[in-house]
Each structure stands twice: as C-alpha cells, then as structure tokens.
C-alpha cells in the first residue's frame, strides 16, 4: 500500500515525464539562428532540441547562449547520413558559450569559430556535462573549453579537427569525473590540454580525470598537456604520435601534476620527446611571472608511474626530466626505445627517484640485463 507522499512522488515523476518533449528546430518561422533561438526559449528542463537544419551564424549574430538546465541538444541525422552544422560564416568570437549544467550536445559537427563551445563556470560548480558522436572542426582557439570548476563530464567518441586546443580545461580548482574517451584528435598544437595554473595548490581538489581509448595523430606540438592537476590517468590510447617541432612531446606534464599514472598507451614521437616531466618558465599559462631557476623545483611535477605503455620511437631521450620530484616508477611491462638516451634530466638527481623494474626493455634489453656502461648511456641524471 503506498503512502500519501510516494503517491505524490509518482504523481509528479508522471508529470515531468508527460512534459518532456522534442523540438524541431526546422518547425520555427525566421533564420536557422533564429528558429534555433525560439526553439530554445520554448525549451524547458528535460526536453530534446532536435538540430535537423544547418544553424548558421552571420558576422552580425551573437554567439548562441545556454544559461537553462536540462536540455538536450540532439543533431538528427541528415540524408547522407551526415551530422547537422552549428558554424559561423566568419570565424570570429565564439560560436557556443554553455554557463548551464545538466546539458547534452549529441550528433552535432561545430565549425569555423574562434571557441567552438566556451563551458563558463562562472563563480559556481558546473556538473553533468555530456558531449558525444560530435566533430569540431577550424576552432581557431578551442574545440570544447572548459573555464572553472567542473564535475562528471565526458567527452566520448568525438573528433576534434584543426583545433588549436581540442579540449581544454583552464584554472580548475575542482575538476572530478572529467572523461575523455573514444575520441580521435587531428592536427593543433595542444590537443588535449588540463592546465589549471592559477588554481589555488591548497585548495585543489581533483579526482577521476581520464583520458582514454583515444587516437592522437601528429599535432604542433603536444598530444596531451598537463598542468597543475591531481589524480590524472592516461590509459589505453592506441596512438599518441607527438608533434611536428623540436620542442614537441606526446605527453608534456608540468607545473606541479602530481599522481599522475600513464597506463598502457602507444607514444612516439620522430621529432622530440615522447614524454616531459617538466617544471614552469612562467606563472599563468606561461604569461605572468618569470620563475628564477632557483624557484623551478617548486614547481616541479611528481610522483608519475609508467604501467605497460610501449614507446615505438624518439629521436630525442624517449623521458625528459627537469626539476622532477617525488618519483618515476617504470614498471616491468613497459617498452621504452630511443635513438639517443631513454630518461634525460637535470635538477633532477637529489629530488626524484628513478625506480625501474627488471624486465622492463630499453632499446630490445631488459633494464637488469643491462650493463653499467649501457645504463650509463640511457639513463643520464644530473644535479
């Protein structure tokens, strides 16, 4: 027998459901801009926006805001079996600005703005942030860029096109359950970048943050950047090939990241580091402060573990260190090979220990197999 207040309770879950609705974009009078516009002020939380034209923005429209919760923004499949645009004539400004939680972005392709989505968490926590089966294509700053404290998001099974930075997060002092999974990155310089470097280090508080089952193809500069974070894994991606300039790694960690596990991902790099475990120049996203050499162990980043990943090829030492702390742990199921050294560092002997595992493999050899000579020759600490 229910009781008067579960009666209620099912009484109102009936009524939310009954509510929820789909819109179609195409179903309102004016410009794409305008009928996505009016579509969306009918929306209420728990409906679908169905993108079922091609939204266009001119020179002269305002960048589209989502301030409500609750909605879902579902691209319908297009004849030919495509994805249903949100782009901009001119690529000036942003195209999306998102300051809502409890959002969806599905089956959309945005392109050709200067942010593509801008996430604002403006002085509060934005959480249940979903973006899937989506493309972002020509961002000339950003794909999808995180401002502020966020909680359970997930990028899943997107690709991510000559964006200069394909996902990024920025000054997160709260970051948790942030996935990024099943995605395909192209081109850029930073394709996934988590720099929080103004976030406040005692009162971070980071957990969860994955990055995972993806395909990085050869970027400017860095496949994955990291900075300032806690709690991060960066697993089971199948391709990470580095970037195209000297000073370009697979994976750049720095900035005091501490925690960090890298866990059975495939990285090369033909033209620089595979990985960096690095300091900082400069305070804020390298523009504020320059940080005299005596300060950089400050910023020093630790406490990284290497758990079955395989390093096809670096022309530079395939990990480079400077003012590392904590420690590198290399486990034995690792493949690490190099045309010059295997780990590279400085400022570096006194404050990081290097802990290798006896069957992992430098160069075709297990690391107890070999000599001290050879070990000398890969493996180069410096005060």
Do not use: W
């Not at 504020?288 to 573990?305: A, L, Q, V």
């Amino acid at each position: 027998m229910k009781t008067y207040f579960q009666f209620v309770f099912l009484v109102l879950i009936g009524l939310n459901i009954t509510h929820a609705k789909t819109i179609k974009v195409s179903s309102k009078k004016g410009s794409s801009v305008e009928k996505l516009n009016k579509a969306y002020n009918e929306a209420k939380a728990g409906d679908v926006i169905l993108i079922d034209i091609d939204i266009v923005f001119k020179n002269t429209d305002k960048h589209f805001t989502i301030k409500k919760s609750g909605i879902t923004f579902k691209g319908k499949r297009t004849d030919d079996g495509n994805k249903y645009k949100f782009t901009k004539e001119v690529q000036k400004n942003n195209l999306v600005v998102l300051q809502a939680s409890d959002i969806t972005f599905e089956n959309i392709a945005f392109s050709n703005a200067v942010n593509l989505i801008r996430v604002e968490a403006k002085k509060q926590l934005l959480s249940n942030i979903t973006i899937k089966n989506c493309s972002f294509t020509n961002g000339k700053y950003t794909g999808v860029d995180f401002r502020g404290d966020f909680k359970n998001i997930i990028v899943e099974n997107s690709e991510f096109n000559n964006c200069k930075f394909g996902v990024q997060t920025m000054d997160s002092v709260i970051l948790k359950d942030f996935l990024v999974t099943k995605c395909v990155f192209i081109g850029g310089d930073h394709q996934i970048s988590i720099d929080n470097a103004f976030a406040d280090t005692n009162l971070i508080d980071h957990s969860n943050i994955i990055i995972d089952n993806c395909e990085f193809f050869v970027a400017d500069r860095f496949n994955v950047a990291i900075a300032n974070t806690r709690n991060a894994i960066i697993q089971n991606n199948k391709r990470m090939d580095g970037g195209l300039q000297k000073y370009s790694q697979a994976i750049h960690i720095e900035h005091d990241t501490r925690d960090l596990l890298i866990k059975n991902n495939i990285l090369k790099n033909d033209v620089g580091n595979a990985i960096i475990i690095f300091s900082t120049g400069y305070t804020g996203h390298g523009n504020g402060r320059k940080i005299p050499n005596e300060e950089k162990i400050d910023f020093g980043s630790s406490n990284i573990t290497l758990d079955g990943n395989i390093i096809t090829h670096s022309k530079q030492p395939a990990i480079a260190i400077g003012y590392g702390k904590g420690f590198l742990k290399i486990k034995g199921n690792n493949i690490l090979n190099s045309e010059t050294k295997i780990i590279s560092g400085y400022a570096t002997k006194k404050t990081m220990s290097i802990e290798v595992e006896d069957k992992a493999v430098f160069n075709g050899k297990n690391y107890k197999d070999l000599t001290a000579e050879e070990l000398a020759k890969l493996i180069v600490i410096k005060s």
